[in-house]
T-cell receptor, first 115, second 116 residues
């Protein structure tokens, strides 16, 4: 069990470009979550998957954002036409069906800077 | 909608002193409550959690928290702070669906500085 991993750890992009982040959950964790954390704030929920199904999306997830979890394993979060306001830390977490309380384990995050 | 308030943005304590970080929540049902710690460049690490039962919960690194329903509070405590405890601390409430926690709502965090 190597924990939740995220790639890349840092991304600098120019406004208007598209970016994609990847999250690899802990093996066999059926739930996967994305959160966004801006400077001086706590993480904010974006979306979550149970296996390959995306079950809830926050209002924060505008139509420029899309998340997928093909085959219920890793997940990708894509931001199209990035804006400076998208600059944040994007956190991924996963939890296991074996845990009735679905405790969430967080990855190190991907820090996005939009210039 | 659920919410979490951490009234203290920044707290400074001396090493060896006791610590209490405040957390108030708003949630319609019995809450799932969590404290996480985040060190610079690190992900969130779970310190402790409350789902039900004993209202005083013990966590890792010598931390404990007490759930007080009447005050809608879940304050984090440590009797003697170590320099390595310097970090940002987040309180969170979990939303439940079908009896299981699926979404965390975090407070804005409390930054802890430890003086030698």
């Amino acid at each position: 069990d190597t924990g939740v991993s995220q790639d890349p750890r840092h991304k600098i992009t120019k406004r208007g470009q598209n970016v994609t982040f990847r999250c690899d959950p802990i093996s066999e964790h059926n739930r996967l979550y994305w959160y966004r954390q801006t400077l001086g704030q706590g993480p904010e929920f974006l979306t979550y998957f149970q296996n390959e199904a995306q079950l809830e999306k926050s209002r924060l997830l505008s139509d420029r954002f899309s998340a997928e979890r093909p085959k219920g394993s890793f997940s990708t979060l894509e931001i199209q036409r990035t804006e400076q306001g998208d600059s944040a830390m994007y956190l991924c977490a996963s939890s296991s069906r074996q845990d009735p309380n679905y405790e969430q384990y967080f990855g190190p995050g991907t820090r996005l800077t939009v210039t | 909608a659920q919410s979490v308030t951490q009234p203290d943005i920044h707290i400074t304590v001396s090493e060896g002193a006791s610590l209490e970080l405040r957390c108030n929540y708003s949630y319609g049902a019995t809450p799932y409550l969590f404290w996480y710690v985040q060190s610079p460049g690190q992900g969130l690490q779970l310190l402790l959690k409350y789902f039900s039962g004993d209202t005083l919960v013990q966590g890792i690194k010598g931390f404990e928290a007490e759930f007080k329903r009447s005050q809608s509070s879940f304050n984090l405590r440590k009797p003697s702070v170590h320099w390595s405890d310097a970090a940002e601390y987040f309180c969170a409430v979990g939303s439940s669906s079908g009896g299981s926690n699926y979404k965390l709502t975090f407070g804005k965090g409390t930054l802890l500085t430890v003086n030698p």
